[in-house]
């Protein structure tokens, strides 16, 4: 079936919301999607009824598990909404609908009958009481009968404490209280109706999500002596504040509500650092999950982590770990950890646009095992230069496979070849240099279309102006842009880019190549002249000159030509 689409409405005096669906391969037209199944909220119950006539009763909690749809609500009109709501007033029979319109007043508009938002507003609407029967009578005396403020906390017995604070909602215009209290054993949340003002019991995972502010939030470590948070004080301080005598109150929540964060803080920081990132983004939410359990691994595999780069959004780093073609790639765990890092690590260092995907990560399955295995520091450096390669090379093959016969660079590319994706860690810095100066042959080859007549016409005119030779060298001019390209790939420096081609098509300077004569096509020396100065000379790789009958011939072809010399052109 395609993703479904659940959609509000008001059937004889029932609220109702129908999930729809599309049959596969069908083609979706106006009202051909299928109702599956139905939500029909009654005066003080949900009642979940499938297309077969099937009905079970079910909670605002348990309808978390219907995650993957589309919410009609958002495509309906504003004359509908409008409608919806005026029916829900007139129609709907519902418990404590005083509640809910009253609810919806402050609620925001464009959202109150989305199905997610509209559970919000059942549960803060509906009969609550019950939900203390399990709550010990102590706390349930305290959270009734005295008024906090917020930010703050108060040990009200030897083994009490509570914390209080306020949370911003994404739906209601007015900011929700909230308290956690600790006894010796158990936490407990708990969230005020803005509506009816009852107390509510709060879910850990939403109190973390939409509470950022809480892992700022320093409070006094002796407060928690005797408490369930006792034992969580001593990492929370050695993470945050060595020495001190304050804690981070979310880290320490994060620790008593989380096993998988505690046993993180006993392994490695990084880890500990990365479980609690996971959980304030609500991402780790199973209170009952062990870290094994979490990462897809075996508590003996966790100390593996130690040695790689452990990427920053933990959960995409758990979904490799468990992918079956992550698997089926590196079986190998630890070589599995240092692939998903690297994986991962890929698609945050580029960008989108540059992003490393998965299949390239399997065909470079043999390389990045190599990689694993090298020293922390070289490997570290390594891995950026293969990253930077696979980059280029996907831009390479794409131009590769576009090219036709007639194409500038059609010779180079040819002798160029695959750029296979896998090669020995020894290997990859000498791939990435001569891909990058494939690329930069690439980048230019606009510049060799565009001006490559335009320095062809200046050689005609103005060679016997600018060439000179003597018995053993030689001073002669670019026939085309595809020369100058040609030179500085050879020498490696910078005269093909940075802006030469099109200042020697301008007329603003003059490339000139000094050779050999033994050797006339091989590049030797790269000179360029402006209004009458040789301004610039050199070598491979922007070397200065070391032979002195070099010097001498261009301060001979210098005076010869009446130029003056600005450039160093010798260097012992």
Not at 88 to 103: C, G, P, R, S, T
Not at 277 to 290: A, F, N, P, R
Not at 333 to 340: D, E
Not at 530 to 544: E, F
Request: contains cysteine; proline residues 3%; glycine residues 4%.
């Amino acid at each position: 079936m395609n993703t479904p689409t659940v959609v509000p409405a008001i059937i004889e005096n029932k609220l109702v919301f129908r999930v729809l669906s599309l049959p596969e391969n069908e083609v979706k037209e106006k009202n051909t999607e299928k109702e599956v199944s139905r939500l029909v909220f009654l005066d003080n119950a949900i009642i979940k009824e499938d297309a077969d006539g099937n009905r079970a009763f079910t909670t605002p909690m348990m309808l978390t598990e219907l995650k993957n749809y589309n919410d009609g609500y958002d495509t309906m009109c504003a004359w509908e909404k409008v409608e919806l709501l005026q029916e829900f007033a007139e129609k709907a029979e519902i418990a404590n609908k005083k509640y809910f319109l009253m609810a919806m007043d402050i609620a925001d508009r464009s959202k109150m009958f989305r199905l997610a938002e509209f559970l919000k507003i059942y549960r803060i609407a509906a009969p609550q009481l019950r939900e203390l029967n399990d709550i010990p009578r102590r706390i349930v005396r305290e959270l009734i009968g005295r008024k906090m403020a917020p930010d703050k906390a108060v040990r009200i017995e030897k083994d009490l404490v509570v914390v209080t604070g306020q949370r911003k909602s994404d739906l209601f215009a007015v900011p929700l209280q909230i308290r956690a209290y600790f006894d010796g054993s158990r936490s407990f949340f708990f969230i005020q109706s803005p509506i009816t003002g009852a107390w509510l019991l709060d879910k850990e995972q939403d109190y973390f999500q939409t509470c950022r502010d809480l892992d700022e939030r320093c409070i006094d470590k002796d407060l928690f002596e005797n408490t369930c948070m006792e034992r969580f004080v001593p990492s929370t301080i050695e993470y945050k504040f060595s020495g001190g005598n304050k804690i981070n109150f979310g880290e320490m929540l994060a620790q008593s509500i989380f096993l998988s964060a505690e046993q993180a803080a006993k392994v490695d920081y990084e880890l500990y650092k990365r479980v609690l990132d996971s959980i304030y983004e609500g991402e780790v939410k199973d209170t009952k999950m062990t870290l094994p359990e979490l990462l897809g691994i075996t508590g003996r595999q966790v100390k593996f982590l130690k040695e790689i780069t452990l990427p920053l959004d933990l959960m995409k780093f758990v979904q490799c770990m468990k992918d079956p073609d992550f698997k089926q790639y590196f079986p190998d765990v630890k070589k599995r950890m240092f692939a998903a890092s690297f994986y991962l690590e890929g698609r945050n260092y580029w960008g989108m646009a540059h992003n490393i995907t998965r299949e390239e990560v399997f065909q470079a399955a043999g390389t990045i095992n190599s990689l694993e295995k090298i020293e922390a520091e070289k490997r570290e450096h390594l891995c950026s230069e293969y990253y930077d390669y696979i980059r280029m090379r996907r831009r390479y093959l794409a131009y590769r496979d576009a090219m036709k016969d007639d194409d500038p660079l059609y010779q180079e590319v040819m002798a160029f070849g695959d750029a296979p994706i896998n090669t020995k860690p020894s290997a990859i810095k000498d791939k990435h240099d001569k891909i990058g100066r494939m690329i930069d042959l690439i980048g230019c080859v606009s510049q060799i279309e565009k001006y490559d007549a335009r320095i062809s016409s200046i050689r005609e005119k103005e060679s016997s102006d600018w060439e000179y030779r003597t018995e053993k060298y030689s001073v002669i001019m670019p026939e085309n842009a595809r020369d100058i390209i040609n030179e500085g790939r050879q020498l490696n420096h910078c005269v093909g880019r940075a802006g030469y081609i099109e200042k020697m098509a301008a007329g603003n300077c003059r490339i000139l190549f000094l050779r050999n004569n033994q050797d006339i096509h091989k590049p030797l020396i790269t000179m360029e002249e402006v209004n009458g100065t040789i301004r610039q000379c050199y070598g491979y790789g922007d070397s200065i000159n070391k032979d002195p009958e070099i010097r001498d011939f261009i301060k001979e072809y210098a005076e010869h030509k009446e130029l003056s010399i600005q450039a160093l052109i010798y260097k012992e």
